[in-house]
């Protein structure tokens, strides 16, 4: 059943071009599992153990992973067969708004079938060249979007990433090879084994485990590994940059890392630290950078990586609650990553610029954009009751309880770093007066308001409902035995 996921999309492109039938596919049967399995029985469930929960399982039992329908996935996997179809909407949506040839609009689609493909594809994989194939889908497929408008910044920015994920290849490569000899396999069980045996030969099995971990550095834009993404998300068409900052790069880079760290290293305190010390750079230096641009989506690449940060950092935390906190941040950044991206499209399809000190006062002539931008920046920024707040407050306390004090305080300084780049955003390019030359604006059409208004009310809604989504309520699970 979860194997359509991948096969479904891939008979589209070769049949009529459906999309929504494919994204649809992914959001009811995320949502469909979750109905089916957490409805029954009510039990207590603390709030740091919802996302590791095993399908299947019972509620105190969370040792055993039973299978449901014979599906290979967690509720990590479902999270994010949620993210992708959410975050693929939008694009398709942006795509739409934004891309007026029908023969380019066709081949966009296709391509972004291609992509849900291989994200899906990722999700799904159980073993380290299972993985390493749908990645390299993902990255191929990328290339060829980001240089879609054969411009000559277009090029650029696909060259770049291009080189770089070269070197992640190469580098997962050079992991699976070393690992086929050392660990006897590539699947994860057998690495997982590996690296908790001791003998002469797990020296070279976390060797590997470094050189795949740095690869995967790569491919999220973590700091310093973040030279390509700026180039890419900026230099990208609109749609594009919508689909890579909402869910390739998390895909391809941070989901990757949560899945072999949680499943494969089994969260071993050198990773961690490397993952804290990584993820605190990429808060600061991200958030550092977007403060001094002038370019409305180069400004939200740098924030992109800032955010990412966020994520491993909770992760470094190895606090089951700041885990869960990063789960839950890697699907909220997708939503409101996507909403801010989708704004952008939308400022400059119809302005013409997204140069923000060419802009001001939109707002009035643009009020769903500029409101649904405030929903974005503010759940950005983790200003409550919004959905950022609640997942990065689960981070800044699962590090605060992990014993580093300083590495929370740094998160709580970006955070207010984050608050006042998008404060001058908002300033810039939707307060205040009119800018000379936007008498006539008007709002955007409804290819591009739908999926803002859908995507701020996931954001509005997630945050209200978060207390009683995470806090140690009474979860449903159906016993399935």
Known sequence: MSSLLVIIPLLLVLLLNLPLVALMDSVAFSLAVWFVIFQGVAVFIPASMFWSLPLGSLAN????????????????????????????????FTARYTITDLKRRFLFTNLTLLALAGMNGVVLANDLFLLYIFLEIVAVVSFVLIA????????EGAFKYIVLSAVATVMILAS??????TAGGVSFGEVSAAIKTSGSGKPLVLLATGIMVAGLFIKGGLVPFHGWLPDAYSSAPSAVS????GIVTKT???????????DVLGLNPVVLAIFLAVGTISIIIG?????????FKRMLSYSSISQVGYIIFGLGSGNPLGIAGAIFHLFNHSVFKSLLFINAAAVEKETGTRNMDELGGLANKMPVTGFTSVVAFLSTAGIPPLAGFWSKIMIIIGVWQAGHPIYAALAVIASLITLAYFLIMQRKVFFGKL?????????????????????????????IFAPWLFGSFLLPVRSIL
């Open 287 to 295: 958030a550092l950078a977007a403060l001094g641009q002038s370019d």
């Open 242 to 245: 919508v689909l890579l900052a």
């Open 61 to 92: 039992d969370y040792s055993r992973l039973l299978t449901f329908s014979s599906l290979p996935v967690d509720n990590l996997g479902l999270v994010m067969f949620l993210a992708i179809a959410i975050v693929g909407f939008g694009a398709l």
């Open 148 to 155: 879609f408008d054969r411009e000559k910044r277009a090029y």
């Open 176 to 181: 699976l090879a070393l690992l086929m000899m």
């Open 252 to 262: 391809a880079g941070v989901y990757t890392l949560i899945r072999l760290s949680t």
């Open 435 to 463: 800018a000379s030359g936007f008498e006539g604006l008007r709002e955007a059409s409804l290819w591009i308001v739908i999926p803002s208004l859908l995507l701020a009310l996931i954001t509005i809604g997630i945050g």
